[in-house]
């Protein structure tokens, strides 16, 4: 199996499972289960895949990805009571499916020879989107918009590191990984330690209209 | 005109006429009805052939179709005060949009031989997310999440209800027009008697951080 | 560079200068500005690219469009706190941006020589859905469906005029130039002086189940 597919493989594996800790959430049924899974576990690398014209889609020309994420939505829903703080779980599950996709969806761009820029997108693209569409989707606010974390920031350093290291003539599993390391060690450390970047503050309170 | 056809235009104009439903509910001028009409109409058809790459796409090709949700539009915007109840109107024409479109969304990936587990993908996103996208530009309760009603569930047993009819040797119109049925059996039957599935229960109520 | 490219340069830049100011609202950080900003100034193309099966998307093959954005995006991080009102700068930017955008995508489906219908579709979608997924994204009320204003409406007249103009012989930028004039004139005819056209009103109180 090529680097490509097993990361795949871990991220729709990983998301899946945080889609359906959403939908525990939600209180959804066991199909609604497997619905929000399913989304949140190939959005990203879906989007990704439309833009860089690769047909098929990653999980049309290997529907074993389906299987997974439905196995994932199948065991959370029989065993997410057992856990105790569902969300945090979610957290940080979810910061371990970003940093897998986030080195997949550049993985993808860079076999495809995409400079740089497009590369970087395509990282952030595939690491974020999904996770965007489920909490989107889930009425829940969105993990990328949480105030006070990082979370855009990771997914970006994950895939510059990726390019670079792909630079520096490491090719496949190893330059991705170390591009979902980076991604992984700046938002663990966020979550942990409260790592943040400025953020804007306007002077009034906003007023809408 | 193939039977595929004619199910996306059924599955069109049903879908464009909940569309501007939920647009009366926001209470927007002709134009936006015939917005988020088309964008319920041609939002999951749109994503089954954008992911199966089939082009051009169904209404690009055939505008027919967009003329179809338009007209749909205004009929909704001159008649819709006439209705009693527009959510009870909203949620059975949706019931049957959303039956006919999970056939459309089979019957699509079988002409293209895709697998079974593709087959059923495809039919049950034709199905739900010309609905979702609805809800969620609307901000109404995406009718695919709401608690206590089979949805999800019965777009995949329609989907799979087509391919065990084509499995079995039926082609294009029966076939499809079983899994069409069995899909809004299972709704009605939701809809009508309360079926549904177990759902997730959480023991605490759920902390947001 | 064509009239097309300069068209998409510049609804870029202005589409993101209103996605950054969306992220003000949302007190993001830097990274996160960028991210809404990319989203809104290239969502709107992008969707018109995959529907036309326009590849690479236009800014995967030119990504200097992303580079445009995320400048815009920082320069809104470090200035919008000067201006007074930003959500009246945030209109009236997003009208400029609409009014080009819906010319670059009217005049792309042109160039394909699509019908009339796709090209009016094209002009409308490449308008209304960057600021749209900015907006559903960011759980602001889409301006696309704010009650008593015009917005679809000059997306569809700003096209139908771009579709005319090309019909009567103009070419590339004069014809796309008065679709997008025509777009302008309409929203900001409606934002200074009230123009709206008739809303459906319901007679009793919305009931949501």
Known sequence: ???????????????????????SRAQLD??????IACLTAVGGGTVRDLLLDRH??????????ILIAVAAAV????????VES????LVWLDSFALSISVAAGS??????????????????ATGCLGGLMRDVVCNEVPLVL??????????????????????????????LGIGALACWVLRAGSLLFGWQL????????????
Do not use: I
């Open 1 to 23: 199996m090529s680097a490509l597919a097993l990361l795949d493989y871990a991220s729709v594996l990983v998301f899946a499972l945080t889609g359906a800790l959403v939908a």
């Open 30 to 35: 066991l199909v609604g289960f497997a619905f």
């Open 56 to 65: 098929p889609v990653f999980w049309v020309g290997q529907p074993t990805y």
């Open 75 to 82: 065991l959370v829903f029989f065993t997410a009571h057992l």
């Open 86 to 89: 569902r969300y945090r779980w």
């Open 107 to 124: 993985g993808a761009a860079l076999a495809l020879n995409q400079p740089p820029v497009v590369v970087v997108l395509m990282g952030m």
């Open 146 to 175: 949480k105030q006070g974390e990082l979370y855009a920031s990771c997914a970006f350093v994950g895939a510059v590191a990726a390019v670079l290291a792909s630079g520096l003539g490491l090719a496949g599993l190893p330059a």
């Open 198 to 209: 400025p953020v804007y503050k306007s002077r009034p309170p906003r007023h809408r209209p």
